[in-house]
Every structure is written in structure tokens, then in C-alpha cells.
């Protein structure tokens, strides 16, 4: 007996050439479109998972939105998890076609595409919470702010930088750049060395104001503090 892999496989196959068939004896459009819209919905339970593993920290940012969770600075709050979630999809992404050629796990190159959709999805929040929730839409603070912070001025160079990636992620868009599409999406480590840049500043400096001395790296700081831990001991 056949693996269920191989069967499901074989189905796609021969409904793929079913559909081929009608569209070269004439068949009505209707019923075309209805078997190569059953192929683009079936997901493996992988594909499933990375989706749901994606939405996952959106929707656990909604909740505590709503649930009034986003401690003390609710807006930098949401700037830290949307720039740390975007990183992690952008590095899984990346790391989609070394899985694949050098361990040969294939399955990772199924959802290299929508781990890239996601990771700019986050990205769009992550700008939009700086620009709207932070900036209040205000041009002058927001050229005043791209000018005068690195931080924001490479966050904005990132988001510059994914833009097209994601408008050209399609594959029709793959078969009217061609070769074109690869040189254009060598962009993507450019796009995420600037995240990295972006995110590192807002760990450190989220890191600065919640944890203790010891986590600051900072010496002398520990010192003080583990001086006054033992005299209160």
C-alpha cells in the first residue's frame, strides 16, 4: 500500500491534468476554476501549522490589547513584539532553502514564501505602531525622528527595503521578472541584517528599563547591586 504522501500527491497530479484537459477540449471556464482553486486550497498539516504558528503572535497581541496587558508603555510594548516576531519569520524564511538543500526537508520550501508575507506583515505593524501610535501621523516628528534617531532611520530603510520583496513574492511576478525576480529578492539579507539592526536597539533598551542591574552588563552596576543585596541579607 501506497503512503498517504504519495497518494495525495497522485491525486493533485491527475486532478491538475483533468483540468489541463478541459481547458484544451473547450470546457466551460466555470468548471476549470472550480479544480484549480480545490488544488491552491489544500495545505499539509506542516503548511497548516507555520500559518497558525505565524497568526499566532498577532493573536496573543489582540488579546492582551484588549485585555489591557501591554504593561505600563503599551506602545513600545507593541513595537518590541512586532519587531522581534518579524525578525523570527524573516531569519525561518531565509532559512527555508538551506533546510531543504542541505538537510532535505523540502517542506520548508512550501512555506517560504508565506513566512516571508508574514514576516512583512510585521513589519507593516511594527512601522504603522511607530508612525500612528507613537508619531501620531505627524510629518515634522516623524522627519525630525528618521533624521535624528538611527534606530528609526534604519527601521525605515528595512521597511523600504521588504516592500517589493512582497509585491513581487506572486508567481506571476516570478515569471514576468525572471531572472530578474532572483537578482531582486537578493534583497531580502539586506532587509533582514536592517531588521536586526532595528530590533537590537529596542531589546536593549527594553531590557534597561525592566530588568535588574545584573542583565545590563554593566559591572560596576552588578557590584552595587549585589552590595546592597547582601546587606539587606
Known sequence: MLPKGVLREAERRALRLHCISLRVRGAQSKDAAIITSMLQLRFTKFQIA????????????????????????????????????????????????????????????????????????????????????????????????????RYALVGFAAFLTLIPLALTSTKASMKRLGKRWKKLHQLVYLGALLVVLLVKPLVSILLMRVSPPWMKLDVEKWNEWHLCRLSRE
Open 50 to 149: 507555520v500559518h497558525l504558528g505565524s497568526l499566532i503572535p498577532f493573536g496573543v497581541l489582540i488579546w492582551d490589547f484588549f485585555g489591557d496587558h501591554l504593561t505600563a508603555n503599551p506602545i513600545q510594548e507593541i513595537t518590541s513584539r512586532t519587531g522581534k516576531t518579524a525578525l523570527v519569520l524573516l531569519v525561518l524564511s531565509l532559512a527555508c532553502t538551506p533546510l531543504s538543500t542541505v538537510l532535505g526537508f523540502h517542506a520548508a520550501l512550501k512555506v517560504r514564501r508565506a513566512l516571508g508575507l508574514y514576516a512583512f506583515f510585521y513589519v507593516c505593524l511594527h512601522f504603522l505602531t511607530f508612525v500612528g501610535l507613537d508619531y501620531g501621523f505627524d510629518p515634522e516628528l516623524l522627519r525630525e525622528a528618521i533624521f535624528e534617531k
